[in-house]
């Protein structure tokens, strides 16, 4: 009933066209997207095609004997369209474990799709990997997020920095000074985190021009017209979300980022469904950073879990 193919570079028409009409799919599986990186991972996509039509798609990579969900993107899963239903997927499912096991593969961790991502219901893989593959949650981590149509206020202590920016005469403005922002950035990770971003400089210009209406930078300014905080979005339509939020010493010390989060919730995305902002945990989900939730919850975020699974062959 399903046949199953490797990706090969020669379908990335078939892919993204797939992916751009999936009920929940974003431009983050587009190949355009996924292959900026593909010297770091041993790619083993699959596409599913039913009745000679393309049926679903998993994003992935393999590492000796485990196929993983793909390890370079912050989600993954089964893309699937509207046609998919519970039965087929329960049928597609058995069919892949068959192929797998087929191909030497023993071991699978497959990240599931965050719900706020759907853009129609598509937990049917959730069903298939209890009731067919027997799967165990390996890591939950949690995000934060806002239902823009009905935002929670900010706390008190959010207020109080939205009104020291305005006294310091803060302003806001979408960039393009990626450098400006990515040194920021920087600065804060290796400060903080003794780390740097996932991303370099060169890639996410590289993204940002491959990209550029779904990536976009905003900056807050000080009167001085420097850069004293600012934020990454990735706009997947439905949902904004903040790959990367970075801010100055100065920043900090001026409400840079209670401004930031004010426009884009209360002005500039207002008409979205769901701005997320990013996972709060450490070590598979088993540290939560405590100041850096308190932070997003200040905003009105509240929590989305990122589960990933695991099953054997």
């Not at 390890?71 to 058995?94: I, M, N, R, S």
């Not at 919730?265 to 996972?279: Q, T």
């Amino acid at each position: 009933m399903f046949e199953i193919k490797r990706y090969t570079p020669d379908q990335q028409q078939v892919w993204n066209d797939f992916v751009a009409r999936s009920k929940n799919g974003t431009f983050l599986f587009d190949r355009r997207y996924m292959d900026y990186h593909s010297d770091r991972f041993s790619d083993c996509s699959l596409m599913v095609y039913r009745k000679g039509n393309v049926y679903a798609l998993l994003p992935a990579n393999r590492t000796g004997d485990t196929l993983h969900s793909h390890q370079g993107l912050t989600y993954g899963g089964l893309l699937t369209d509207a046609k998919a239903t519970v039965e087929g997927v329960v049928q597609l499912f058995e069919a892949l474990n068959v192929w797998l096991r087929g191909e030497g593969i023993r071991r699978v961790t497959y990240k599931a799709m965050p719900w706020i991502y759907h853009r129609l219901p598509a937990q049917e893989d959730l069903y298939a990997l209890t009731q067919v593959c027997h799967a165990r949650l390996l890591t939950r981590e949690i995000s934060s997020s806002i239902f823009l149509q009905h935002p929670l206020r900010f706390t008190e202590s959010r207020k109080s920095g939205l009104r020291k920016a305005h006294r310091e005469g803060l302003s806001f403005a979408e960039s393009d000074d990626l450098a400006a922002f990515w040194k920021m950035l920087d600065d804060n990770l290796s400060t903080r985190h003794h780390t740097h971003p996932v991303h370099s400089l060169d890639e996410l210009r590289l993204l940002k021009g491959r990209f550029s209406e779904r990536i976009r930078l905003y900056l807050i300014y000080n009167k001085e017209k420097t850069a004293v905080g600012g934020t990454l979005i990735f706009d997947t339509g439905q949902v904004i979300h903040t790959q990367y939020i970075a801010s100055t010493e100065e920043g900090k010390a001026h409400g840079a980022l209670d401004l930031l989060f004010d426009e884009l919730v209360h002005h500039r995305y207002c008409d979205r469904i769901c701005l997320d902002f990013g996972k709060s945990t450490e070590q598979g989900g088993r540290m939560l950073n405590e100041h850096l939730i308190f932070q997003k919850e200040g905003f009105g975020g509240r929590g989305v879990c990122y589960d990933t699974y695991e099953w054997e062959l």
